[in-house]
């Protein structure tokens, strides 16, 4: 009588897990299926954005998940332009934004509407300031030139006339080494 009952206790656990099952997706297909959007009602969604911390003049990647897979068209202070939004290939809506190059460095809002009414969406991309500035030559070198390195009108004249005066000094004692060699080899 016992097996009689526990099996009958698992038949009512197992109906009551497995029964519910169709009656919620029939009364709940806008909360399973992503972007559908049932009579009277607009869906919203989030902006993915990539990377969400940019440089002002750069490009961001966008990612929505509603409008169905049709058109939509974002807006930003930070874009340069609106981003119009395509189907990709996993389902989902893409665009890309390029970040204006006067944009100040802060957080701005972006606001996707698809272009049929259906559904809209929100996100934030951040707008960071990088400035490169040129710099001096690298203050580094065996002996006195990296003191060189620091002075920004060069040698000066002084260096070169001695420069010169040494490479003339080489050059004679090279060209006499030369003369001394050949006289040497004929006698």
Same mark, same amino acid.
């Given at each position: 009588?016992?097996?009689?009952?526990?099996?009958?206790?698992?038949?009512?656990?197992?109906?009551?897990?497995?029964?519910?099952?169709? *009656?919620?997706?029939?009364?709940?297909?806008?909360?399973?299926?992503?972007?559908?959007? /049932?009579?009277?009602?607009?869906?919203?969604?989030?902006?993915?954005?990539?990377?969400?911390?940019?440089?002002?003049?750069?490009?961001?990647?966008?990612? !929505?998940? !509603?409008?169905?897979?049709?058109?939509? !068209?974002?807006?930003?202070?930070?874009?340069?332009?609106?981003?119009?939004?395509?189907?990709?290939?996993?389902?989902?809506?893409?665009?890309?934004?390029?970040?204006?190059?006067?944009?100040?460095?802060?957080?701005?809002?972006?606001?996707?509407?698809?272009?049929?009414?259906?559904?809209?969406?929100?996100?934030?991309? /951040?707008?960071?300031?990088?400035?490169?500035?040129? *710099?001096?030559?690298?203050?580094?070198?065996?002996?006195?030139?990296?003191?060189?390195?620091?002075?920004?009108?060069?040698?000066?004249?002084?260096? *070169?006339?001695?420069?010169?005066?040494?490479?003339?000094?080489?050059?004679?004692?090279?060209?006499?080494?030369?003369?001394?060699?050949?006289?040497?080899? *004929?006698?």
């Amino acid at each position: 009588m016992r097996s009689a009952q526990l099996t009958l206790c698992a038949g009512v656990v197992l109906a009551a897990v497995i029964a519910p099952a169709p *009656t919620a997706l029939a009364l709940a297909p806008a909360a399973l299926a992503p972007g559908a959007v /049932t009579d009277n009602e607009e869906s919203h969604g989030s902006v993915t954005v990539t990377p969400s911390t940019i440089a002002a003049g750069g490009e961001v990647d966008l990612r !929505i998940g !509603i409008c169905g897979g049709k058109k939509a !068209i974002g807006h930003s202070e930070a874009f340069s332009s609106p981003a119009h939004f395509h189907p990709a290939a996993d389902g989902v809506m893409f665009a890309e934004a390029r970040i204006r190059s006067d944009a100040e460095g802060r957080d701005y809002g972006i606001h996707v509407k698809c272009e049929d009414g259906s559904g809209s969406a929100d996100g934030n991309v /951040t707008v960071v300031h990088h400035r490169v500035e040129p *710099t001096a030559p690298v203050r580094a070198g065996g002996g006195g030139t990296a003191a060189l390195a620091a002075d920004t009108e060069g040698p000066g004249t002084p260096y *070169t006339l001695i420069g010169l005066g040494l490479a003339g000094v080489a050059a004679v004692a090279i060209a006499g080494r030369s003369v001394r060699k050949r006289r040497g080899t *004929t006698h």
